[in-house]
């Protein structure tokens, strides 16, 4: 459609349409209506929240027009460019107020790209609702700063949820399905399939229907056992923690489902790990135990079980595991097979739990 240009109002006129148009909310959960802003960015990562904000916008942009004739999507990961994207916004909507235009993966437009866009959003067009699709850009980069500087409700957080607030998370997802989920459960999912809460509402959904036709509303243990397939690796902290308790059996089940994670990078982790339980029991021992937080410079759930894990070590077996610690990396780094190399230092770690 060649009228770019009739589109375009002064630029007094947007920022008045902009300044004036409601929010969709500074999370996904906050989508409501009128009148829209021109421009909102989904920054973050958690794709449930994206996708449940994107419907939410695109509902509210229907009630305005028919969409099948006043929307375009496009991807900057497969290649879209900075000018289709910002003809398409340019344009007239065609018998509706306005039109939407959807850029997936805008971080990874090419900066000239990148630039093109940001001039744009100096001043954009107030008749299409131009929704900026972000999961990795960076708060710092230019792009992001010229989104948010549209107005005060751009922003649609969509970070994901801390690693403690993951259950907390399953529930509310089981409760939007009619299903009630116990704590232990839920950390069953996330055991099994990750941090992913698209992933974790499609498996709700389905064991939600399994137990439905049984007139069951309550989500077990061994109704997650059943029904959902393991697909991802633990967490590096996971084994850390494992190692901490000097848990041998589940250090090694671990390690087994773990087979893309860099052993170097393991042991890495496990020796920043071990100093620390180091620094906890030099300070337990002279009474300042709850100084640990503020002497390693960490949050105080960083450290909780810090001083639990410590107490399982003797200094000298610490001591012994950071000896063994520079020897492993020695070997594994001279061509030895670090799996093996890591596994058999492991052992060692926890084969000295009677030592205090």
Not at 175 to 202: E, F, N, P, V
């Amino acid at each position: 459609m060649g009228m770019a240009g009739t589109a375009r109002g002064s630029a007094s006129a947007k920022r008045s349409s902009a300044s004036e148009g409601a929010s969709i909310g500074g999370d996904a959960d906050a989508v409501r209506a009128k009148p829209l802003l021109p421009v909102y960015l989904f920054a973050g990562e958690d794709d449930l929240k994206r996708e449940t904000a994107l419907r939410r916008l695109r509902a509210a942009c229907a009630k305005r027009g028919d969409l099948d004739f006043n929307s375009e999507v496009f991807d900057a990961e497969l290649g879209a460019s900075a000018r289709a994207i910002i003809d398409a916004a340019d344009t007239l909507p065609f018998a509706a107020d306005i039109r939407l235009v959807v850029v997936k993966n805008v971080e990874r437009l090419s900066k000239p790209d990148a630039e093109l866009l940001i001039a744009y959003l100096g001043n954009p067009n107030p008749t299409t609702v131009l929704a900026l699709v972000a999961p990795k850009l960076l708060k710092t980069s230019r792009l992001y700063k010229a989104a948010v500087k549209v107005g005060p409700s751009v922003l649609i957080d969509c970070t994901p949820k801390k690693a403690r607030e993951l259950p907390s998370l399953v529930r509310s997802i089981a409760a939007a399905h009619g299903m009630k989920i116990d704590g232990l459960a839920a950390q069953k999912l996330i055991d099994l399939g990750g941090a992913s809460s698209m992933r974790m509402d499609a498996e709700l959904a389905k064991i939600g229907e399994v137990l439905g036709a049984r007139g069951d509303d309550t989500i077990k243990v061994s109704d997650v056992e059943q029904l959902v397939a393991r697909t991802a690796e633990p967490k590096p902290w996971d084994f850390l923690d494992s190692l901490c308790d000097r848990d041998a059996r589940t250090c090694t089940l671990l390690l087994a489902r773990m087979p893309s994670q860099s052993r170097l990078g393991l042991l890495a982790l496990s020796v920043t790990r071990l100093r620390e339980l180091i620094c906890a029991k030099a300070l337990e021992s002279r009474g300042q135990g709850a100084l640990l937080a503020s002497t390693l410079g960490l949050n105080e759930w960083r450290v909780k079980n810090h001083r639990r894990w410590a107490s399982r070590f003797s200094a000298e077996s610490l001591s012994r595991a950071l000896s063994g610690a520079a020897e492993a990396e020695m070997a594994m780094k001279s061509g030895g097979d670090q799996t093996r190399v890591f596994e058999m230092w492991v052992l060692d770690v926890c084969g000295h739990g009677d030592e205090r």
